[in-house]
């Protein structure tokens, strides 16, 4: 049993390290870009490191007091003052110190915040193909844990290798006043300890590499299972998912486990070398005690500055840990912050309309997303009014054709002009104000019916919006629901049916009163009664406006003026219905094999 999970965390973390062995060919961040982070907080930063070392400047003075303490005991002297001064002292360094600490803990919170902050609107308008195969989740813990391993590294490590250094110079410049040759074999200990720890460090930067890289397969895989938790549950899948998302779980244990082994390592090595050099002191301490050439009182300030110079390794090595991870969060941040963004065209926002009667003009498109080409010298138009329907087999292209109309990919060759103007030149937001999408799968957004339907046009007033419910007919639905408009819909909310939500979708897109209005298969989720009304609106709307739509069923097909047939990335045939059908064999084809015929639903109902 215990040897099967061994060799499944064995085999994971071999995986595991393949992965980082190929990321960190690329540099990854350096410490400067970890002070970086700082920028935005510079005076809460200074105002902390003042209070934290003059705390820490405060706490070298109290082996001193001390010292001083022990002789006038010894002779007889009043020591009442030494003692409210020593008092005053504690005070003033645990003061001093939670100062800085709430002041580093305020500069880790606002680092978090700016980098989510910047974070959020990479991934808001980023250029679409990037974020083709990345996993969401992965992204969602980029932006979740890994700011929160920076918070914690700035809260918990700079001040502290401040306070280290301070401390450590100090005691050292303190120590080495009172007896030179005991401070040197106290030195040399430490120094033996230091580079053991920088050794084991970059061990710990790369277990905790793969410790995030596993929390990310495991918020990625968990995002997706739950998202289609009705499949999973469908296909009894739940105890292959639990146990799938389960291996990124023991992954992260894994590297967890590594990390800890090292560290394991550290603290023992460490304290031996540090009780050795310490009994070293006591013993020829007490020897150049009894022998005249160290007074009592200077032996125990030369123990106390031991302390203070060996407790903060403690800390030193926690702090230089919390480095090692920032580093490797950061390389996870700054990997999506250097996302391309989609390029903003200066030029002019939107051209004044050509006079043509072509709205839309694809010429010799071609377009693949890798190395296989998806579209191959793609030519139609679009006229200014009237529908124009694409039709093919799945995996034709239709739907990257729609991508390509709306500026998310730039083709690989060819050109397509809107209103005379080729959309390259032609700001992307701009160029998408003129369009209506709907999408294949029209999803909710967040918010209420009313948000949903307004999510393009804000401004739009209640008379528009009743218009538009009305020509989708969506009224009725309007009225079922519970609070109307203001009803929440969507995840959280009132779910829709897939008709329901392309009528949503529908509706928001003719908010916008678009040039021209793509659809993407937008009858595919409806019944025969909706197809039917659906296909009238459209009619209606092209009296007005151009209207591009990947069509799945007949009777949309037949409603349109020209139809463009799609085979494998080209266009096989243009024409009306009737036209297509006498001339065109595949046409033929496709309109018996691939395209839903009203009787064909009827005889399924
Ligand atoms: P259709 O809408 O006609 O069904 P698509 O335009 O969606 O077809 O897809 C055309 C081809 O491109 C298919 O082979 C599909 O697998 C591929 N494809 C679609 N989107 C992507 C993408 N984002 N990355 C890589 N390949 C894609
Ligand atoms: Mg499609």
Not at 542 to 555: D, F, G, I, P, Y
Request: glycine share 10%.
């Amino acid at each position: 049993m215990s040897g099967d999970v061994k060799a499944t965390a064995a085999g994971v973390t071999g995986a595991v390290q393949d992965q980082a062995g190929s990321a960190q060919e690329t540099d990854g961040p350096r410490i400067g870009d970890l002070l970086r982070l700082l920028r935005g907080s510079g005076r809460t930063v200074v105002a902390a490191l003042v209070l934290t070392v003059t705390g820490t400047v405060v706490g070298l003075f109290q082996p001193l007091l001390t010292m001083r303490l022990i002789d006038r005991v010894s002779a007889h002297e009043a020591v009442a003052s030494l003692v409210v001064a020593l008092t005053a002292l504690f005070l003033a360094q645990a003061a001093l110190e939670a100062g800085g600490q709430y002041l580093l803990d305020v500069t880790g919170e606002s680092v978090v915040r700016r980098l989510r902050r910047r974070l959020v609107e990479r991934l808001m308008f980023v250029r679409i193909q990037e974020l083709d195969g990345r996993r969401t989740g992965d992204l969602l813990s980029r932006v979740g844990t890994d700011t929160t391993v920076l918070r914690d590294m700035v809260a918990g490590s700079f001040v502290q290798l401040v306070t280290v250094g301070v401390t450590g110079v100090g005691a050292a410049g303190l120590m080495l006043w009172i007896d030179p040759v005991m401070f040197l074999m106290v030195a040399a200990t430490l120094v033996v300890a230091a580079v053991l720890v920088a050794g084991v460090m970059a061990g710990i930067r790369s277990s905790t590499e793969q410790a995030l890289a596993g929390v990310g397969a495991m918020t990625a895989d968990l995002e997706r299972a739950l998202g289609g938790i009705r499949t999973v549950r469908a296909a009894r899948a739940e105890r292959r998912e639990a146990e799938r998302i389960g291996a990124d779980v023991d992954t992260a244990y894994t590297a967890g486990l590594r990390s800890a082994r090292l560290g394991s390592v550290v603290g023992p090595a460490m304290e031996i070398a540090v009780n050795g050099s310490f009994l070293l002191v006591l013993l020829i301490g007490a020897v150049r005690v009894s022998n005249g050439s160290m007074t009592v009182s200077e032996l125990v300030a030369f123990l106390l500055f031991a302390t203070y110079l060996v407790m903060p390794l403690a800390g030193l090595f926690n702090a230089l840990s919390l480095i090692q991870r920032g580093l490797g969060s950061l390389g996870r941040i700054e990997e999506v912050l250097g996302l391309p963004m989609e390029e903003v065209t200066q030029a002019s926002a939107t051209p004044p309309a050509a006079s043509s009667s072509t709205l839309l003009d694809l010429r010799n498109v071609t377009f693949s997303y890798g190395e296989r080409p998806v579209l191959r010298d793609v030519c139609f138009t679009v006229p200014r009014t009237g529908i124009v329907a694409l039709v093919g087999r799945s995996g034709a292209g239709k739907t990257t054709i729609v991508s390509l109309v709306e500026k998310f990919y730039e083709p690989d060759g060819g050109h397509i002009a809107f209103d005379g103007t080729d959309i390259r030149d032609v700001d992307p937001r701009a160029h998408r104000a003129r369009i209506g999408l709907v999408e294949q799968h029209a999803p909710l957004l967040h918010g209420t019916l009313r948000d949903n339907l307004v999510y393009a046009t804000p401004a739009a007033d209640e008379e528009s919006i009743r218009e538009t419910l009305r020509m989708v007919n969506l009224e009725e639905l309007v009225e079922r629901l519970p609070d109307g408009l203001r009803t929440e819909v969507g995840d959280r909310g009132f779910n829709l049916s897939g008709g329901e939500r392309q009528r949503v979708a529908i509706a928001r897109a003719l908010l916008g009163r678009p040039h021209l209005l793509l659809l993407d298969e937008p009858t595919s989720q409806l019944d025969l009664i909706n197809e039917r009304e659906i296909t009238e609106m459209l009619r209606k709307i092209s009296r007005k406006h151009a209207l591009l739509v990947v069509a799945h069923r007949m009777s949309t097909v037949r409603a349109a003026d020209r139809i463009v047939v799609l085979d494998d990335g080209r266009v096989s045939a243009m024409g009306t219905h009737e036209q297509l059908l006498t001339d065109d064999p595949f046409y033929r084809r496709l309109t018996t094999d691939h395209l839903k015929h009203p009787d064909a639903d009827r005889s399924m109902a």
